[in-house]
Nanobody, 124 residues
Framework: QVQLVESGGGLVQSGGSLRLSCAAS????????MGWYRQGPGKQRELVAD???????NYAGSVKGRFTISRDNAKNTVYLQMNSLKPEDTAVYYC??????????????????WGQGTQVTVSS
């Protein structure tokens, strides 16, 4: 059973920092793109940043220069360092990963997995 487990959300004042982590576990043999999305109150879910297994990175314009995404391929873990946080960054942050894994019959499978979400609240 493959799952993504997130940690690191919380409440922080404007200008502060938080670091999110997301670890993928299970019968995984390859993780391609890992990324972070967020959904603010009354808003649609949007891409924050993603990173491929070879290290290519993509950021949303609103976070460029403030957030840094990184990953540890050996641990199947992705991180999001968030600095200079603003109230408009308040949202539920979701981890996403393209994972190739073995099912219970040792068959190779692919699925786009999501974490459970972690709340980030930035007070003004």
């Amino acid at each position: 059973q493959v799952q993504l487990v997130e940690s690191g959300g919380g409440l922080v004042q404007s200008g502060g920092s938080l670091r999110l982590s997301c670890a993928a576990s299970g019968s995984i043999f390859r993780v391609y793109v890992m990324g972070w999305y967020r959904q603010g109150p009354g808003k649609q879910r949007e891409l924050v940043a993603d990173i491929t297994s070879s290290g290519s990175i993509n950021y949303a314009g609103s976070v460029k220069g403030r957030f840094t995404i990184s990953r540890d391929n050996a641990k199947n873990t992705v991180y999001l360092q968030m600095n200079s946080l603003k109230p408009e960054d308040t949202a539920v942050y979701y981890c996403n990963a393209d994972i190739y894994y073995y099912d219970d019959y040792a068959k190779e499978m692919y699925y786009d997995f999501w974490g459970q979400g972690t709340q980030v609240t930035v007070s003004s």
